[in-house]
């Protein structure tokens, strides 16, 4: 049974950073891309970022590149989502996925998720 559990999120202030964490059991963890996305209030799920299973492909929404780096430690089962410089606009719940198939860059490609983490970026 996959499980995600993220955690990390809080409150930041804008400039600030943020390191949400992601730790996955239930499946052979280094077979498949893992995801990160967000869901803003009055918006929809919004792809931010992705790797690949042996973690020598990433990919960033237009919106967090330069700012985010996500990374992933096959050894200990997590993924991480670095989020540095950030903005208000970056509030909301970020939650970590999984995808089974090939295609890990769009919100539609996650295909099992956690419960969320939320962050706030507020003066």
């Known amino acids: 049974q996959v499980h995600l559990v993220e955690s990390g999120g809080g409150l930041a202030q804008p400039g600030g950073s943020l390191r949400l964490s992601c730790a996955a059991s239930?499946?052979?963890?280094?077979?498949?891309?893992m995801s990160w996305a967000r869901q803003v209030t009055g918006k929809g799920l919004e792809w931010v970022s992705g790797i690949s299973g042996d973690g020598s492909d990433t990919d960033y929404g237009d919106s967090v590149k330069g700012r985010f780096t996500i990374s992933r430690d096959n050894a200990k089962n997590t993924v991480t989502l670095q989020m540095n410089s950030l903005k208000p606009e970056d509030t909301g719940v970020y939650y970590c996925?999984?995808?089974?198939?090939?295609?890990?860059?769009?919100?539609?490609?996650?295909?099992?998720w956690g419960k969320g983490t939320v962050v706030t970026v507020s003066s």
């Open positions: 239930g499946f052979t963890f280094s077979s498949y891309a």
């Open positions: 996925a999984l995808s089974y198939g090939d295609s890990w860059s769009s919100a539609d490609d996650m295909d099992a």
